[in-house]
C-alpha cells in the first residue's frame, strides 16, 4: 500500500507555504501590472478608433473642399477662356476699324494725290495748248492765253465728269 512517509507531509506543506508566499509576493503585482497593461492596450486601441474616425472626417472635409476647389478652378478657368475670346474679338475688331480707317485714309490720300497730278496735268496740258495755239497762230504764246486755256480744259473735265 501506500507509504506515506513524514517527507511526504513535509513536501506538501513545503508546497502550500511557497504558493501562499508567491500568491502574496508575486500574484497581486502580476495581475496588477497585467490589468494595467490591458488597460493601456484598451485605452490605444479607443484612441487608435477616435484618430482613424478624425482622420475620416478630416479626409471627407478635405475631398469634399478639394472638389469645390475643382469646379472654382475649371468654373475660373471659363471665366478666363470667355475673356480671352472677347479680349480677341475685341482686337481683331479694333484692328479691323485701324485697318478700314487707314484705307479710308489711303484712299483720301490716292485722291488727294491724283487731284494735285490732274491739276499739274491740266496746268502743264493748258501750257501745251497755249504754246500749240501760238505756233499755230504764229506768235508768242502769252500767260493770258495759258489762263484760257486752263479754264477751257477744267470745263471741258468738268463737263466729261458728268
Known amino acids: 500500500m501506500l507509504d506515506f512517509s513524514v517527507t511526504f507531509f513535509i513536501t506538501i506543506l513545503n508546497l502550500a507555504v511557497l ?3 508567491l500568491r502574496k509576493l508575486l500574484w497581486r503585482p502580476l495581475t496588477a501590472f497585467l490589468d494595467a497593461r490591458a488597460r493601456k492596450i484598451r485605452e490605444d486601441l479607443e484612441g ?6 478624425s482622420a ?4 471627407d ?15 475660373q478657368g471659363k471665366e478666363a477662356e470667355e475673356r480671352a475670346r472677347e479680349e480677341a474679338k475685341a482686337i481683331v475688331e479694333a484692328a479691323r476699324a485701324e485697318a478700314e480707317a487707314s484705307r479710308a485714309e489711303a484712299r483720301k490720300a490716292a485722291e488727294r494725290e491724283a487731284a494735285k497730278a490732274r491739276e499739274a496735268l491740266a496746268g502743264e496740258l493748258a501750257s501745251l495748248a497755249a504754246e500749240a495755239a501760238a505756233i ?7 500767260a ?6 486752263e479754264l477751257l480744259l477744267r470745263e471741258l473735265g468738268a463737263g466729261r465728269a458728268r
Open 144 to 149: 493770258a492765253d495759258e489762263r484760257s486755256a
Open 61 to 75: 472635409l478635405y475631398r469634399s473642399l478639394l472638389e469645390g476647389a475643382e469646379a472654382e478652378a475649371e468654373a
Open 19 to 21: 504558493y501562499l508566499a
Open 136 to 142: 499755230l497762230a504764229g506768235r508768242e504764246a502769252e
Open 56 to 59: 475620416e472626417a478630416s479626409s
Open 48 to 53: 487608435a478608433e477616435a484618430a482613424r474616425l
